[in-house]
């Protein structure tokens, strides 16, 4: 007989983890497949659409199949497809750009940390599914000449080596140029963050909850103030900034798309991820003064989501992942028993 093997505690999570992202997912875009107007952008929405249900089937499969929990995610009650637009084409191929970008980052992760076959498998065919759509809405916004590429920097004529102390420096005085890893990670979050600010204008337009509405309000604030940072460090090496939009949000203010719950799980998922981001920027980063600003703003934005995390606790929003039984609690339990 075929010995069964267990998952491990990094591939359950990351399956319950993919299993909540793929409910989201499914929720958003049943939404934008039904409001998408452009017949450019529509095919990649419903790719996206069809995608996340294929992949939400096949991880529930494998909970079912291990005997573990299927998550309650999101559903029909957290969605309302026939509300008004709240965002227009340009920002849902935004959105998709940027899903198929934290979709093959993250896949890396669990491809990496996968040793069952079938789910390493998984893991690899979704990897492949997200780099499609993330190609075929770049090919999209390229034609539409949306697409913002990051920023050229001439040619070096020869190799050159570090000699002087002040390449790390960046407090007072001379100031090296920008390298382009560093160049690259501001660029990438300047655009995250105004996607994320634009993102955050809907919700606030339509969020029930007072506690909930100013939340978003706050954290449109300090995505724009972000945005604001990162662009001084690159225009002080005379390169240009990708600009955010509020054309992106329409004026829809009275019946919400989105359950309050959805908002705050959108909300507090696109927090974890910046903060990732950031920290990679940090490792790639060795001028001084920009350095400061990225741990500066990860604290900034650690608070911000720790607020959040209670908001959707205190609601009974917070699903719990996967855990280790507590073997205290259960011998508490057992005495009581006796």
């Not at 990094?10 to 497949?33: C, D, H, P, R, T």
């Not at 920097?153 to 570090?162: H, Q, S, T, Y």
């Not at 978003?216 to 690159?234: P, Q, T």
Request: charged residues 25%.
């Amino acid at each position: 007989m075929e010995r069964k093997i267990n998952l491990t505690a990094a591939e359950l999570s990351q399956i319950w983890g993919s299993y909540m992202n793929a409910s989201l997912n499914s929720a958003v875009y049943s939404y934008f497949k039904e409001k998408v107007e452009d017949e450019e952008i529509r095919p990649v929405i419903e790719d996206v659409y069809n995608m996340e249900r294929d992949h939400l089937e096949k991880l529930k499969s494998f909970l079912i199949k291990e005997s573990h929990p299927v998550p309650q995610g999101f559903t029909d009650g957290d969605v309302n497809t026939q509300a008004p637009k709240l965002y227009t084409d340009g920002y849902m191929l935004q959105h998709t750009l940027n899903l198929g970008m934290l979709g093959m980052t993250a896949l890396t992760m669990s491809i990496s940390s996968s040793a069952r076959e079938d789910v390493y498998s998984f893991f690899s065919k979704a990897f492949q599914d997200y780099h499609a759509i993330h190609h075929k809405a770049t090919q999209i916004a390229l034609s539409k000449g949306t697409f913002v590429r990051p920023p050229s920097i001439p040619a070096l004529k020869e190799v050159d080596f570090v000699k002087k102390q002040n390449f790390l420096k960046g407090w007072l005085g001379e100031r090296r140029p920008l390298l382009a890893q560093e160049i690259t990670s501001l660029f990438g979050n300047i655009e995250r963050n105004a996607l994320g600010a634009a993102t955050l204008t809907g919700f606030s337009q339509v969020a029930k909850s007072k506690e909930v509405k100013s939340y978003l309000l706050r954290g449109i604030d300090i995505a724009k103030k972000h945005v604001n940072i990162f662009s001084e460090s690159l225009q002080g090496s005379g390169l240009s900034v990708p600009m955010g939009s509020d054309s992106l949000v329409t004026n829809s203010a009275e019946v919400s798309p989105f359950s309050d719950k959805l908002i705050m799980f959108h909300t507090t998922g696109m927090i974890s991820q910046g903060f990732g981001f950031y920290g990679f920027s940090i490792s790639t980063n060795t001028r001084k003064d920009i350095g400061a600003n990225y741990y500066r703003l990860m604290n900034e934005i650690l608070l911000y989501s720790e607020d959040g995390t209670n908001i959707l606790i205190k609601n009974g929003w917070l699903e719990e992942p996967p855990r280790m039984i507590d073997r205290e609690e259960l011998a508490k339990t057992e005495k009581g028993k006796g």
